[in-house]
């Protein structure tokens, strides 16, 4: 029997009949669960992206910004040429994001510089968009294709923790040839705190495969090396990250509902925790105690400041990326304890360099020196309660996403999202373009693990 054409009539060329029905079928090629039918291409492209993604978080941490670009038009143009269906991101939570950002513009009304905020948001919209579409087709590949992806990161992952080793034991060569020779130990090591923080967020998924292709104690490798190396770089916060998740993922493990539990304490607690916490420690007088970096002491400075302020304007704020540059008032810059003394001489060129970076050439009149390395505190000193809440619905929307994971695999998620959130509460601003892209991309990855616990693996 002939095939028919769109009028109805019999098509001698079979060929030709195929061509157009394909035609006809595009762009609704999906398969029973919910995945984009087959695009090697596609797959391929986000593969690419994953063994890319670590080296660069740690070579150059700005580049993944442009890496999540990339990726998102090659995939595009892929699909375009395939005839494939287009990944649907979330609506829900993308509608969440939208609402959030639209809070932010109106908030640039009263922002002491209402261009530079609106400039901020649209350098976040399209970035949110890149990246939401991204997990959509990260969560529409086949299984294999999302195993072999994460088989790459582990791979870049690999090589970017052995680049942090030689930088760190072997006089930080390959920084000293990209980025020239730093003047002190201090100085060498920071280069690197984003990338080994990179590296931090992105064990948990490394992790997960590990967990699914091994059932043995060899997940434990990459949590083990890393608890090894990160207190021998300066990243303080990578380190706080890893023993939050840490310690999350072991309550995940001693109790399978813990998880729900967990994340919705932890966005609580983040926007009441914060400003209560910074008072309690205030008053204590964690400002002066030598036990505590200097640079812990300064952000609990730079915090109580900006609990003070948030008070004076606690429903909409002071406008958006309005940290910078907010009025000292009657507060004074942070003065570092020049008693306190190290007792090895990398940790005293240390202190001697935050030193210079807390009162040097660096804004040293403004008590916030570009944000308040605290991101609820930004969110309730820019945008108020109301940002607050919008901020917590979107937080509470990843959460229920979270906990569709299989069993183990949303213990992993878990531990990720803790650690980013105990990274994000403690360095970064907030609305930096290569914070916001490296989060993005690390939902990517664990995105990838949605389906290895199941069929059963």
Not at 49 to 65: D, E, H, N, Q, Y
Request: overall charge positive; some cysteine.
């Amino acid at each position: 029997m002939l095939p028919l054409n769109d009028g109805g009539y019999p098509v001698r060329n079979r060929a030709l009949a195929n061509s157009n029905q394909a035609k006809l079928d595009w762009p609704h090629v999906v398969t029973q669960n919910n995945q984009i039918s087959s695009n090697h291409a596609v797959a391929w492209v986000l593969t690419l992206f994953c063994l890319i993604l670590p080296v660069m978080a740690l070579l150059a941490s700005k580049g993944v910004v442009p890496l999540l670009y990339g990726t998102v038009l090659l995939t595009i143009l892929c699909q375009l040429n395939a005839k494939q269906a287009f990944a649907v991101p979330d609506r829900i939570l993308s509608w969440s994001i939208v609402i959030f950002l639209g809070w932010c513009a109106i908030a640039t009304a009263w922002s002491p510089e209402p261009s530079r905020g609106l400039h901020t948001i649209l350098k976040l919209a399209p970035l949110y968009a890149a990246g939401l579409y991204l997990i959509a087709v990260a969560g529409s590949l086949a299984d294999r294709e999302k195993e072999r992806a994460l088989c790459f990161l582990a791979v870049g992952w690999c090589l970017s923790l052995g680049l942090v080793v030689v930088e760190i034991y072997f006089g930080s060569p390959l920084f000293n040839l990209i980025k020239g020779h730093a003047d002190t130990p201090y100085i060498a090591l920071s280069r690197m705190n984003r990338g080994v923080t990179a590296l931090t967020i992105l064990v948990w998924p490394i992790a997960a495969l590990l967990l699914c292709k091994t059932r043995s104690w060899i997940v434990a490798i990459p949590l083990l090396v890393l608890t090894l190396l990160l207190p021998n770089s300066q990243a303080s916060a990578a380190v706080l990250g890893l023993v939050v998740g840490l310690m999350g993922l072991g309550l995940c493990l001693l109790h399978r509902q813990a998880s729900r539990l967990v994340l919705f304490a932890t966005i609580i607690g983040i926007f009441v925790i914060s400003p209560l916490g910074t008072k309690y420690l205030y008053e204590k007088g964690a400002m002066e105690a030598d036990w505590l970096q200097l640079s812990a002491r300064h952000r609990i400075h730079i915090w109580d400041f900006t609990v003070e302020r948030f008070s004076e304007k606690p429903l909409i704020g002071w406008g958006f990326d309005a940290s910078s540059r907010m009025d000292n008032g009657d507060a004074k810059p942070f003065k570092a304890n020049r008693k306190t003394k190290s007792k090895k001489s990398k940790n005293k060129a240390a202190s001697v360099n935050q030193q210079t970076r807390v009162g040097g050439s660096r804004k040293a009149a403004s008590i916030i020196p570009s944000h308040p390395h605290n991101a609820a505190l930004q969110v309730l000193l820019e945008l108020g309660i109301v940002g607050a809440v919008l901020a917590f619905f979107v937080l509470s929307l990843i959460i229920r996403k979270i906990q569709k994971l299989p069993d183990f695999m949303r213990f992993f998620a878990t531990a990720q999202f803790l650690t980013i959130t105990a990274v994000a509460l403690t360095a970064y601003g907030f609305w930096q373009s290569q914070w916001q892209a490296l989060i993005l991309s690390s939902a990517v990855t664990i995105v990838l693990t949605g389906r290895l616990g199941r069929n059963g693996k």
